[in-house]
């Protein structure tokens, strides 16, 4: 029968950083996909300030287009 043979403290070293460094990235890129998910969720805005903020900024908009017409 075979025995494991023991891997010396360098390569155990070696393959521990290895497998943490997954592990990071894996956390990183998990993280990253749930903002993501976060910010398509929040298609419109939410808070009744934002919405009168926007008709604020649609009212000037609508008034500059009108003036350049006129023109």
């Known amino acids: 029968m075979a025995e494991k043979k023991r ?33 398509a969720k929040r298609a419109a805005p939410n808070t009744s300030d934002e919405l009168e903020e926007n008709r604020k900024r649609l009212r000037a908009l609508q008034k500059r287009i009108d003036e350049e017409d006129d023109r």
Do not use: N
């Open 7 to 39: 891997l010396p403290p360098w390569e155990e070293a070696k393959l521990v950083f290895k497998m943490q460094e997954e592990t990071r990235k894996r956390k990183l890129l998990e993280e990253d996909m749930q903002q993501r998910r976060g910010r």
